[in-house]
């Protein structure tokens, strides 16, 4: 077994790890709010510690393996980008689709050093439902940070979106109001996070063709086109509105319809007009 083994149906991406938790463990340079701090002793789970985990990476590396490593917290993204930089001074990363998962809370240092390794970021719309729960347990002005998408494109670092279902419910066109839309609930309210915004046209981009290439999508070990057109590869999504509305949907409710590798577009709905001028409209 060889990493990306397979093929466009199904095939072995690499190997995933975890260095710390989710939102009541992600790791972090400073305490949790309290009482979750525990009188400032308590800054998340550390679940691999530093030299394990980088010896792991390096022996991954040397197998020919990429490796997506699951970091929420600032302080695991310092121990991701560590052990990613000692495995790339062995043999090059660069190119090889290494991911950083979640990235919550990067620092401003973090943008340089990944984008030094090629490093990719797949990003989810947790914040959408979770915000009271960290707030609570991070306080407002990290919980306002999560996750940074504009800052990460401002700093031309690669992005993948996703909805890390069942982590948080799979609907895709949630994504996309999340990070377009800038809500999140907040005691029953939709409120603005501070970094979330992006355009349409860029989460249109990265939720489905950033998405498909982070996947290295290949059919007889050639790559596989990616694109909102038919027939090309990528996760596509239909529904009975218009992308460019989505400020004003309700996400919950808008019936959609979603495939990986579709051929066609006839996915139960009608939509008002062609899949390819809703695009082009954002």
Same mark, same amino acid.
């Given at each position: %077994?060889?990493?990306?083994?397979?093929?466009?149906?199904?095939?072995?991406?690499? %190997?995933?790890?975890?260095?710390? /938790?989710?939102?009541?463990?992600?790791? %972090?340079?400073?305490?949790?709010?309290?009482?979750?701090?525990?009188?400032?002793?308590?800054?998340?789970?550390?679940? %691999?510690?530093?030299?394990?985990?980088?010896?792991i990476v390096k022996e991954l590396n040397r197998l020919g393996w990429r490796?997506?490593?699951?970091?929420? /917290?600032?302080?695991?993204?310092?121990?991701?980008?560590?052990?990613?930089?000692?495995?790339?001074?062995?043999?090059?990363?660069?190119?090889?689709?290494?991911?950083?998962?979640? *990235?919550? @809370?990067?620092?401003?240092?973090?943008?340089?050093?990944?984008?030094?390794?090629?490093?990719?970021?797949?990003?989810?719309?947790?914040?959408?439902?979770?915000?009271?729960?960290?707030?609570?347990?991070?306080?407002?002005?990290?919980?306002?940070?999560?996750?940074?998408?504009?800052?990460?494109? /401002?700093?031309?670092?690669?992005?993948?979106?996703?909805?890390?279902?069942?982590?948080?419910?799979?609907?895709? @066109?949630?994504?996309?109001?999340?990070?377009?839309?800038?809500?999140?609930?907040?005691?029953?309210?939709?409120? @603005?996070?501070?970094d979330a915004w992006t355009s349409g046209r860029n989460q249109v981009r990265?939720?489905?063709?950033?998405?498909? *290439?982070?996947?290295?999508?290949?059919?007889?070990?050639?790559p596989v086109a990616v694109g909102i057109d038919v027939g090309r590869g990528?996760?596509?999504?239909?529904?009975?509105?218009?992308?460019?509305?989505?400020?004003?949907?309700?996400?919950?409710?808008?019936?959609?319809?979603?495939?990986?590798?579709?051929?066609?577009?006839?996915?139960?709905?009608?939509?008002?007009?062609?899949?390819?001028?809703?695009?082009?409209?954002?």
């Amino acid at each position: %077994m060889r990493s990306d083994e397979g093929d466009e149906w199904l095939k072995i991406a690499g %190997m995933k790890l975890i260095v710390d /938790g989710g939102f009541e463990g992600g790791r %972090m340079r400073e305490p949790y709010e309290e009482p979750y701090g525990k009188d400032g002793t308590f800054r998340g789970l550390q679940l %691999m510690p530093q030299d394990r985990y980088t010896e792991i990476v390096k022996e991954l590396n040397r197998l020919g393996w990429r490796v997506g490593t699951h970091a929420v /917290g600032d302080a695991a993204i310092d121990e991701v980008l560590a052990g990613y930089e000692a495995a790339n001074r062995e043999r090059s990363i660069t190119g090889s689709r290494w991911a950083i998962e979640h *990235g919550f @809370l990067p620092r401003q240092e973090h943008f340089a050093r990944i984008n030094a390794l090629g490093v990719f970021v797949t990003v989810q719309d947790h914040l959408y439902l979770a915000g009271p729960s960290l707030v609570h347990y991070w306080g407002g002005a990290r919980a306002a940070w999560v996750t940074p998408v504009r800052a990460y494109l /401002g700093h031309r670092v690669e992005v993948a979106a996703g909805t890390d279902a069942p982590v948080v419910p799979f609907q895709p @066109l949630w994504t996309i109001y999340h990070f377009v839309g800038l809500f999140a609930y907040y005691n029953g309210q939709l409120t @603005l996070p501070i970094d979330a915004w992006t355009s349409g046209r860029n989460q249109v981009r990265f939720s489905w063709i950033d998405d498909a *290439g982070a996947r290295r999508l290949r059919k007889n070990d050639r790559p596989v086109a990616v694109g909102i057109d038919v027939g090309r590869g990528g996760g596509i999504e239909a529904s009975s509105g218009a992308p460019s509305t989505l400020g004003a949907w309700n996400a919950r409710s808008v019936p959609t319809s979603c495939c990986s590798q579709c051929s066609t577009l006839s996915l139960g709905v009608r939509p008002s007009i062609s899949f390819r001028n809703r695009i082009q409209s954002l």
